[in-house]
């Protein structure tokens, strides 16, 4: 009774699958506890303290009523009066101490989980992520860990804590009168029943409003994406009624939910009431039999019958909690389980710095099979090789495996035939930390961090300095852009209104290259809607940014590469030409082609125009 | 109240369920205040029945006595579970009233919401995030729902007990009755702050949730750079630094929710104690019986929730009211592209001749204009297209015709009426349109094809299915027609969707036909069965073709070459390329990259 309607609030929680408990999963999460063990044996002792009081308080009342009201001793009322404040305020604190400890334990546990899963994730190969849906990873380390940690805080404490209540209550009830004590008690099988009644309803119709409210979030999620469809095709009256459809299912599930409660609560009060008239009832003949039943004992034995609930109610919740936790743990050990990390060489070569020599010797590379198991080869025995300090740029159409070859030479990917040696050491002998800081990387698609643009340069590397970061920018010239920006260095690139062009991501990604200062660098040049300023821009800083170091170029405008020293033109996942530009032009083949493609829609006239189109810069951010 | 009398016209409506429900809660609640006063009776009358009973003893009348006494003790125990019984019915009856009815509101609510959304225009949606949306049609709703039921109900039934109770006690001991009902306000008081502080709370929690939910989000989508500049380290401790924000928030809400059941304890049982000790020298003085404390025990139990639950409607009320205001701001928003005194009902069919004359168009967030001054006649049947680089205007234009948008300045024109005369119902009836960005809805792909003409039959289905070139891949499809594509079925490539989209517009048999952009994931060979089919149809419609494939476009009768907004050149195919200009241009990279293709 005393909290009728904070179930409605408080405690819409359901299972949205029905789970077996499974011992090894079990003793898996207590592994995440056991740091914990020591606050987990004082919360016990706590919740133990917690729960005598709570059913001493009816036996002092007893003690009130029998031994000084009736006798009309106010003086020893007094001290009873002292006694139960003191249980009273004894209980209240360690219900507190116990509530907040247990808390915090959970929380304890969840973080450890949380950061584990995190680091574990993070240190997957790139090819985890490509048949891993980002969306389902996050739910992993947000929601699914989080199913764990009701049951990390309150499960196993708080369930023996309402086995202790349970116990005391009987126990008192014992003390004071055992016959009375067997008539409440047999009203307690009903209570159970009905309560466990209740929940397995409940959480069936709670599924059901989980369900029903998810489709109306698809469906609007889905009719609001596709809503110029929706008035285009003239169903706005369709999708209303269809609307309405899944919205009264929604409501229908609830009104049984609502049929439940109303049941529920007026037969718990119901069934305590019972519990209370027949403990009159029987009370009052044992009295006239002569046993030694009091008016206190009575008194006490009212209560009595009103917490027998809390417990029982609160015991039917953790079945709910603990099979939520289960559902969850399988999901995130499931993350832990699958390790698809590359194996750090035994006795890694150990480098400084890089001369800048880069082979690749025969590199064969798919990135997945086919359904009969032949590797799609996206590269197809590809060989060269970059001197310190050269230029060499790769050129050909889309899809003819440039980016791949950054992929697998940042090792982002392993080959599968071939070796790829940087300074004369295969790079699978050498640690991916080295092989990665020596090797700067530009990508085509520059993703930006949100946060500051000092964040997305320094990558919040405490190592690097003011001023280092404003000279690397100055050296590109990307401080004008950067200074023009409203708020500066400190402008967020996320915020409505400041979306950067590519060509201005980019160039902040070469301050960010140029910070972190490699010795090789490995550059893929962003590709259409570079303004003119900007494309200026980008050119100079590259020539800066390669001067003397050993570069690798994927190349869209050619015009950019002129110089290079070395230029590499794939089709279709071979190297079919190199040289340079102008070898390559004499021969009239395909890097003929693909200059005079780039020149084609550039006639006279036309500049070459930034349009910055909107759509772009949307799938960016 | 403010906001909240906007959602008196539902009190009204639902008058049937409040008026009965309002009363099962007084009756329920006037029930259950009577069970303590039979508690009293009986446990008053109990030492009084021992004492009688053994003032006979070892007479004849001791048994009569003990009958007598037995079947009232019987009684008393009957009336208690009647009573109780009682107030349960009622009890049930208000639940199911009440807060029924305010199911039935939540579901109006929500059903007007989503068809007032259905009116709304495309700047709507640019303007509000889709998750936005979603929030209001749920959360916001649910928290509307929260004041309209249970808060009515608790405030009423609260009200009943309190004063039906507090005469009761009234009537015993005005003292005892002062004295016991002090904690109760402050109860309230109590609840109300704390009720307000865990909403905050968690709402800071929620907060938290959300950064550290972008920030996994944020470290995967960029795991290449993270990786490419070795700052895993680097992330793992940034993401620890958001886990502990997120435990030293979730430790937060933790305690004031550890404090809250001890102090509605501590609160409670002050009450007891006062009752037990204040009552207890009553008792002594004769002033009360020991029947009264343990009738005063029930009442304060009995009190204890409802008194508290006040705290909590003033918290429900408040997030209500928000809430409502939210839902206004999306109500009150009049659909800026809608029929209006200027149309003319008469208008139900087309012919299909669209003229556009001196049209300009700029999007809200952008600052040149994406149409500047475009104008051309077409003939009805004929095929228009339109070319240029991406973001030249292309899509904009096309999107005028269906009325997407409406252009700032200048007209667009069908069949030589202004577009805006035209009933809606009656552009977007006769129109068959397939967008640049193709949207499918998760269902079967003969109900998404059918989405474009409701009494479509199978065969006119998979017409429209082979006309758009898709009929080899439904019969690959694990159910045909009947497979369900998107979330919960099988995921379709950009040119199979492209193609379905093209199948919806085609079965509407529409007068006429846009194809934005609608060839760009299919291949070549693909483009010319579709184009195929297309000429066959030709005559019976007028065409609109964006393309960034030349190839689609060639046999088009007017062709407009669109740069920065403008038409820079207009022709047919031949004329065009024989021009020197950015058409020739085109024509000329598409060859070469065919070439290379090739190679």
Redesign the interface.
């Known amino acids: 009774?005393?909290?009728?309607?904070?179930d409605?609030?408080f405690e819409e929680d359901s299972v949205d699958e029905v789970h077996t408990f499974d011992g090894r999963l079990l003793r898996r999460m207590a592994r995440y506890l056991a740091p914990y063990t020591w606050y987990i044996v004082l919360a016990l002792f706590i919740t133990l303290g917690a729960s005598v009081l709570g059913p001493l308080?009816p036996w002092l009342?007893q003690k009130?009523?029998d031994n000084?009201?009736?006798v009309?001793d106010?003086q020893g009322?007094?001290w009873?009066?002292l006694f139960?404040?003191l249980a009273?305020?004894g209980?209240?604190?360690l219900?507190?101490a116990?509530?907040?400890l247990t808390?915090?334990i959970g929380?304890?546990a969840?973080?450890d989980l949380?950061?584990t899963l995190?680091?574990h994730?993070?240190?997957q190969p790139?090819s985890y992520?490509d048949h891993t849906p980002?969306g389902r990873?996050?739910t992993r380390?947000?929601s699914d860990v989080e199913a764990l940690?009701d049951a990390f805080s309150s499960g196993l404490v708080t369930a023996l804590g309402d086995l202790f209540k349970l116990f005391f209550i009987a126990y008192f009830m014992f003390t004071l009168n055992w016959e009375l004590a067997v008539v409440t008690l047999l009203v307690m099988p009903l209570m159970v029943w009905v309560t466990f009644w209740f929940r397995r309803n409940v959480r069936e119709q709670y599924r059901e409003t989980r369900k029903q409210?998810a489709r109306?979030?698809?469906f609007?999620?889905?009719?609001?994406?596709?809503?110029?469809?929706?008035?285009?095709?003239?169903?706005?009256e369709?999708?209303?009624e269809r609307?309405?459809g899944i919205?009264?299912d929604?409501?229908a599930a609830?009104?049984r939910t609502?049929?439940y409660?109303?049941?529920f609560?007026?037969?718990i009060?119901?069934i305590s009431?019972?519990a209370?008239?027949?403990v009159?009832?029987f009370?009052?003949?044992r009295?006239?039999g002569?046993s030694a039943l009091t008016?206190g004992v009575?008194?006490a034995f009212?209560?009595y019958a009103?917490q027998f609930f809390r417990p029982i109610r609160d015991l039917s919740n953790k079945y709910d909690t603990l099979q939520r936790a289960m559902a969850g743990a399988e999901r995130v050990f499931g993350v832990l389980d699958t390790d698809e990390s590359l194996e750090a060489p035994e006795a890694p070569v150990e480098i400084d710095e890089l001369e800048g020599t880069i082979e690749f010797e025969n590199v064969w590379f798919a990135y997945e099979e086919d359904n009969e198991g032949t590797p799609d080869w996206v590269l197809k025995d590809v060989s060269f090789t970059v001197e310190p300090g050269e230029m060499v740029a790769l050129v050909g159409?889309t899809g003819a495996g440039k980016s791949t070859v950054m992929n697998v030479l940042?090792r982002?990917y392993e080959i599968q035939k071939g070796r790829i040696l940087v300074d004369g050491h295969d790079i699978r002998d050498l640690r991916?930390?080295d092989l990665?800081?020596h090797i700067?990387?530009i990508?085509q698609d520059v993703?930006l961090?949100?946060g500051s643009v000092r964040r997305n340069l320094t990558?919040?590397?405490p190592g690097v300095d003011e001023d280092l970061m404003r000279r690397a920018a100055k050296t590109v010239q990307a401080d004008q852009l950067i200074e023009r920006l409203p708020d500066g260095y400190d402008q967020d690139v996320k915020e409505?209104?400041s979306s950067l062009s590519r060509g201005q991501r980019q160039l902040l990604a070469f301050v960010?290259a140029l910070i972190?200062d490699p010795d090789v660098m490995v550059l893929d040049e962003a590709t259409?809607?570079v303004d003119t300023e900007t494309e200026a821009l980008i050119q100079q800083a590259l020539e800066r940014l390669t001067e003397g170091r050993t570069t690798l170029a994927i190349a869209h405008r050619l015009s950019t590469i002129q110089d290079a020293d070395k230029i590499l033109v794939m089709?279709k996942g071979e190297v079919?030409e190199r040289g340079t530009h102008k070898e390559l032009l004499a021969m009239d083949g395909?890097y003929r082609?693909?200059y005079?493609?780039q020149y084609?829609?550039?006639?006279p006239g036309?500049p070459p125009?930034g349009?910055?189109?909107?759509a772009?810069e949307r799938v960016q951010a | 109240m403010g906001p909240l009398s906007r959602l008196n016209h539902f009190f009204w409506e639902y008058k049937y369920l409040f008026v009965p429900g309002l009363l099962f809660t007084m009756v329920s609640a006037g029930f259950?205040i009577t069970?303590p006063m039979v508690?009293r009776q009986?446990?008053d009358?109990?030492?009084r029945?021992?004492r009688l009973?053994?003032l006979y003893e070892g007479t004849p009348a001791q048994a009569e006595f003990?009958a007598y006494?037995?079947v009232t003790?019987?009684l008393?125990?009957?009336v208690?579970?009647a009573?109780?019984?009682t107030?349960?019915?009622f009890?049930?009856?208000?639940?199911?009233t009440v807060?029924?009815a305010s199911?039935?509101i939540?579901?109006d609510l929500?059903?007007d919401l989503?068809?007032h959304?259905?009116?709304?225009?495309?700047t709507f949606?640019q303007e509000y995030a889709?998750g936005d949306?979603?929030t209001r049609?749920?959360d916001d709703i649910e928290k509307v729902r929260r004041y309209i039921g249970?808060a009515i109900m608790?405030v009423t039934r609260s009200l009943v007990m309190v004063l039906v109770a507090a005469s009761a006690m009234f009537v015993i001991s005005p003292t005892l009755t002062l004295y016991a009902l002090t904690p109760l306000p402050l109860l309230a008081i109590a609840v109300f702050f704390m009720a307000r502080m865990v909403h905050r709370r968690s709402d800071l929690l929620q907060q938290q949730?959300s950064t550290?939910?972008?920030r996994?989000?944020?470290?995967?989508?960029?795991?290449?750079?993270?990786?490419?500049?070795?700052?895993?380290q680097?992330?793992?401790e940034?993401?620890?630094e958001e886990?502990?924000g997120?435990?030293t928030r979730?430790?937060d809400l933790?305690?004031v929710?550890?404090?809250w059941?001890?102090?509605?304890?501590?609160l409670?049982?002050?009450s007891?104690?006062i009752v037990?000790?204040v009552?207890?020298?009553l008792?002594?003085e004769g002033a009360i019986t020991?029947g009264n404390?343990?009738e005063y025990?029930?009442y304060i139990?009995?009190m204890?929730?409802p008194v508290?639950?006040l705290g909590?409607v003033i918290t429900m009320i408040q997030r209500a009211s928000a809430s409502v205001l939210r839902l206004q701001k999306i109500m009150d928003r009049a659909p800026d592209i809608a029929d209006g005194p200027q149309t003319n009902p008469s208008i139900q069919t087309l012919e299909g001749r669209i003229a556009f004359r001196d049209v300009w168009y700029r999007?809200e967030?952008?600052e040149e204009p994406a149409l500047r001054g475009v104008s051309f006649d077409l003939p009805a049947d004929h095929t228009l297209a339109v070319v240029g680089?991406?973001?030249?205007g292309k899509s904009t234009l096309v999107r005028m015709i269906?009325r997407?948008l409406d252009p700032d300045s200048g007209t667009v024109e069908i069949d030589g009426h202004d577009l805006q005369t035209i009933p809606l119902?009656t552009v977007?009836?006769h129109?068959g349109?397939v967008?640049q960005d193709v949207?499918l809805?998760?269902d079967t792909v003969a109900n998404n094809i059918a989405?474009?003409d409701?009494d479509a039959d199978r065969e006119e289905i998979r017409r429209a299915a082979a006309e758009a070139d898709l009929l080899d891949n439904v019969a690959d499809f694990p159910d045909g027609f009947d497979t369900h594509v998107g979330?919960r079925g099988i995921t379709l490539s950009g040119g199979q969707k492209q193609r379905t989209s093209i199948a919806?517009a085609l079965i509407?048999n529409p007068r006429v036909l846009i194809f934005d952009d609608a060839l760009s994931a299919v291949d070549t060979a693909t483009e010319r069965n579709i184009l195929r089919s297309l000429r066959e149809r030709q005559g019976n419609h007028t065409l609109v073709i964006v393309s960034h494939r030349l190839s689609a476009v060639q046999e088009a009768d007017l062709i407009l070459v669109m740069?920065?907004g403008e038409v820079v050149q207009r022709g047919t195919h031949e004329t065009l390329v024989a021009e020197?200009?950015?058409y020739a241009?085109?024509h000329?990279?598409q060859m070469?990259?065919e070439?290379?293709?090739a190679?």
Request: charged fraction near 20%.
């Open positions: 009774m005393a909290d009728d309607a904070s409605d609030h308080r009342v009130a009523i000084y009201i009736v009309g106010l009322l007094q009873i009066i139960l404040v009273l305020v209980e209240g604190l219900s507190f116990e509530n907040y808390q915090w929380q304890q969840i973080y949380r950061t995190f680091r994730v993070e240190k790139l992520f980002v990873i996050i380390a947000t940690s409210m109306i979030n698809t609007i999620q889905e009719h609001v994406t596709g809503m110029h469809i929706v008035q285009l095709f003239g169903r706005e369709e999708e209303k609307f309405e919205n009264d929604h409501r609830h009104l609502i049929f409660y109303a049941i609560w007026p037969s009060e119901f009431n019972v209370l008239a027949a009159l009832w009370g009052g003949l009295a006239m002569g008016l009575l008194v009212i209560q009103r159409a940042l982002f991916l930390k990665r800081e700067g990387l990508p993703f961090f949100s990558l919040d590397d409505r209104g960010r972190y259409s809607s089709h079919r395909l082609k693909l005079d493609l084609a829609d550039q006639a036309t125009r349009d910055g189109e909107p772009d | 259950q069970v508690v009986a446990v009358s109990i030492p029945f021992v009973y053994s003990y006494f037995f003790l019987i008393f125990a009957l208690i579970v009573l109780s019984g107030s349960g019915l009890m049930f009856l208000m639940r199911q807060v029924v199911r039935h939540e579901y929500r059903n989503y068809t959304l259905q009116r709304l225009s495309s949606y889709t949306v979603i049609a749920t249970p608790y949730y550290l939910t972008s996994v989000q944020e470290a995967l989508s960029g795991i290449r750079v993270v990786k490419a500049y070795t700052r895993e680097a992330e793992a940034a993401f620890d886990s502990r997120y435990r979730n430790l933790a305690w929710e550890s404090a059941r001890p102090s509605f304890l501590l409670v049982g002050v007891t104690v037990v000790w009552g207890g020298r008792v002594a020991i404390i343990a025990i029930i139990n009995m204890t929730w508290a639950s909590f999007y967030d952008e680089r991406t973001g030249s269906p997407l119902d977007r009836r129109m349109y967008p949207f809805f998760s989405f474009g409701l979330e919806r509407r740069e920065q020197e200009g950015l241009d085109l000329e990279k070469l990259e070439e290379i293709q190679f």
